[in-house]
């Protein structure tokens, strides 16, 4: 699920939910370091995966996402090929890649205590790209087969409206963009994702063959929560404003 809220206390109880993966989000929530660093803190000693979305593919959020001690990396709006291969440049070191080097003030490297973080940092990084365009769906195939990129998830909210289907994520046509980088993925022999909050449409990628799925967020649940309670505890009252 999606840890929106920016509040360690919410994503640590996340985090104990018996989920397999919280997906602490600083591209539409409001996380900055401090907040993330303090989300993963929270977070680790449950048996969760942390996955750190940043808010766009940035060499320089990139590294300071993974001094903090992010270890996957969800990275939103990769489009190209070229995308693919700045976002795999970012989580390497030299000479693979392009990450700037201080180990000695990071907490991935616990400050330097943890022998050869850098030649072997690389390889405690996974690394997850966003098909979430017209776009990027053409190029599926090549963005898959980039070296480093393990995992693709797709985002048919972002999809759709690059399809000129704006709020239809659920739109056939939508859908069936999605299976096909379902199927890409699986002929790449890489694991894919989805976003999908409707139970009916969540199963529908199931069944399709997905290797993960995001089914809910913090504040969607908070906010459908608190709803049904004014719902059944508030006598109705025509006219009641929102704001």
Wanted: net charge negative; aromatic share 4%; hydrophobic share 50%.
């Amino acid at each position: 699920m999606w840890v929106c809220s920016g509040s360690a206390l919410v994503a640590e109880i996340c985090a104990g939910a018996g989920l397999d993966a919280v997906v602490i989000d600083g591209e539409h929530s409001p996380n900055g370091l401090e907040g993330i660093l303090a989300q993963l803190q929270a977070v680790h000693g449950y048996p969760v995966t942390a996955v750190v979305r940043p808010p766009v593919n940035d060499t320089v959020i990139i590294k300071q996402y993974l001094d903090l001690g992010a270890q996957s990396l969800l990275i939103p709006m990769v489009h190209t090929v070229a995308d693919a291969e700045a976002a795999v440049a970012a989580v390497h070191y030299p000479p693979r890649g392009v990450r700037g080097v201080g180990s000695a003030l990071a907490r991935s490297s616990r400050w330097n205590r943890i022998p050869d973080y850098v030649q072997r940092a690389g390889d405690t990084v996974s690394l997850m790209v966003q098909i979430e365009s017209a776009q990027a769906v053409e190029n599926v195939a090549g963005i898959l087969a980039v070296d480093g990129v393990d995992a693709i998830f797709v985002g048919p909210a972002d999809l759709a409206a690059s399809m000129g289907l704006l709020g239809a994520q659920e739109h056939p046509t939508v859908m069936a963009a999605v299976e096909q980088c379902i199927a890409a993925a699986k002929a790449a022999g890489k694991p894919v994702g989805v976003n999908a909050f409707a139970p009916a449409t969540a199963q529908y990628y199931i069944d399709a063959g997905v290797d993960f799925i995001l089914v809910g967020a913090d504040v969607t649940l908070l906010a459908r929560g608190s709803e049904g309670l004014a719902s059944a505890f508030i006598p109705k009252r025509v006219g009641r404003p929102l704001l």
